[in-house]
């Protein structure tokens, strides 16, 4: 069983920092793509960033310049710096992780989410 597990919210204010983490444990040979997405009440869940193995990164918009994804593979652990926090960022942040099982198959896993709130 693999489990995901994040962790760094809180409650800030704008134009402060938080740094996000997303740890995960079990049997497992190898974590593939992973990507932070965000769900602000009432709305649909967003992609807000994503990393390959490979180290290749992708941004929503709204976070570009912002927001910086990295990973550190001997931990099993992949980050979400988040800078210049806005209002508008205010949300619950899950991780989600395509995880290459011991088996040879890939499935796809997700945290249970921690809120960050951002105060004006």
């Known amino acids: 069983q693999v489990q995901l597990v994040e962790s760094g919210g809180g409650l800030v204010q704008a134009g402060g920092s938080l740094r996000l983490s997303c740890a995960a444990s079990g049997s497992f040979s190898r974590l593939n793509t992973v990507a932070w997405y965000r769900q602000a009440p009432g709305k649909q869940r967003d992609l807000v960033a994503t990393?390959?193995?490979?180290?290749?990164?992708k941004y929503a918009d709204s976070v570009k310049g912002r927001f910086t994804i990295s990973r550190d593979n001997t931990k099993n652990t992949v980050y979400l710096e988040m800078n210049s926090l806005k209002p508008g960022d205010t949300a619950i942040y899950f991780c989600?992780?395509?995880?290459?099982?011991?088996?040879?198959?890939?499935?796809?896993?997700w945290g249970q989410g921690t809120q960050v709130t951002v105060s004006s």
């Open positions: 990393i390959t193995n490979t180290y290749t990164t």
């Open positions: 989600n992780a395509q995880v290459l099982l011991i088996n040879g198959v890939q499935r796809n896993y």
